[in-house]
Nanobody, 123 residues
Framework: QVQLVESGGGLVQPGASLRLSCAGS????????MGWFRQAPGKVREGVAA???????NYADSVKGRSTISKDNAKNTLYLEMNSLKPEDTGMYYC?????????????????WGQGTQITVSS
């Protein structure tokens, strides 16, 4: 079955950088749209970035210019590099996948989800 396992979160100071990873299995990784989402306590899950099968990318305005989504199809791994982290970036970060060809940041359109990795940005 489809499995997505995130890693790379942690506690960092404002201004720091982190790279999240998401290892996928049980599906043809290269054919799927992949996305990163986050959810802060008491808030709705929001899209951060998405990448389609051709490598086209879409970013939320809140992270545009300081985040990069990428994937390594040979390793079945999705990445999210985030720079200049801010306290408002704090939350649980989830990897998601869907077989449809799209670039949406709408969480409701992704079928498969990982368990998440926590990022806390605090001084």
């Amino acid at each position: 079955q489809v499995q997505l396992v995130e890693s790379g979160g942690g506690l960092v100071q404002p201004g720091a950088s982190l790279r999240l990873s998401c290892a996928g299995s049980g599906f043809t990784f290269s054919d799927y749209t992949m996305g990163w989402f986050r959810q802060a306590p008491g808030k709705v899950r929001e899209g951060v970035a998405a990448i389609d099968r051709r490598g086209n990318k879409n970013y939320a305005d809140s992270v545009k210019g300081r985040s990069t989504i990428s994937k390594d199809n040979a390793k079945n791994t999705l990445y999210l590099e985030m720079n200049s982290l801010k306290p408002e970036d704090t939350g649980m970060y989830y990897c998601a996948a869907d077989s449809r060809w799209m670039l949406t940041l709408g969480a409701g359109l992704y079928r498969y989800w990982g368990q998440g990795t926590q990022i806390t940005v605090s001084s």
